[in-house]
Each structure stands twice: as structure tokens, then as C-alpha cells.
């Protein structure tokens, strides 16, 4: 099978390259061994759910002693445990 590029989230993955650009601002959490740091401006293009959620009211104020140790995470988001009964599905929930 070709290589699609793409490698899991874990201490040898790449430090700027999906899923895990240094400079992304949303963390989405799918279980503790799989994470994003993604840039939400991406994901508010290509997504209207996401375009209604990471909105400045929900983002995280960050201080400046933050932003000078390179923490820019304002955005997180981590997928419900709990399946939707109708659909099955679960959901990303923003905490």
C-alpha cells in the first residue's frame, strides 16, 4: 500500500507538519495518545461547524508571559466518550 504521508501523533512525529503545526492555535483531543494542534483560521474555512465555534468569545485569553514561552493554544476541543443515540455518532465538544 502507497504511503499517504501521514503519520500518528507521537514524541517522533514531526514538530510542524500535520497533525501538529507548533504555531496552531486549536488542540483537538480524539483519545490521549492521538492529538492536534491545529490552526483554527483552517479549520473555520473548511468547516461551518467549526467557522461557529472557534470564535474569539470562545477563544482563551492568553497572557503575555504565555505567549513569550510559546504557548498559543486558545482553542480545545476533545471528542465525547458518549455516542449521540440517534445517530451514533460522537461529537467534538469545546471545553
Known amino acids: 500500500m502507497p504511503s499517504t504521508g501521514i503519520r ?3 514524541a517522533s512525529a514531526p514538530s510542524n507538519k ?4 507548533t504555531d ?3 488542540r483537538i483531543v480524539i483519545s490521549s495518545s492521538k492529538q492536534y494542534h491545529l490552526h483554527s483560521s483552517i479549520l473555520r474555512m473548511h468547516s461551518t461547524s467549526f467557522a461557529a465555534a472557534l470564535v474569539p468569545e470562545n477563544a482563551a485569553a492568553l ?11 486558545r482553542f ?3 471528542l465525547d466518550q458518549e455516542s449521540d443515540p440517534t445517530t451514533g455518532q460522537r461529537a467534538l465538544i469545546l471545553v
Do not use: Q, R, V, Y
Open 18 to 21: 500535520f497533525p501538529k503545526f
Open 24 to 26: 496552531g492555535d486549536t
Open 8 to 10: 500518528a501523533f507521537g
Open 76 to 78: 480545545h476541543l476533545e
Open 63 to 73: 497572557s503575555k508571559k504565555a505567549e513569550k514561552e510559546g504557548i498559543n493554544t
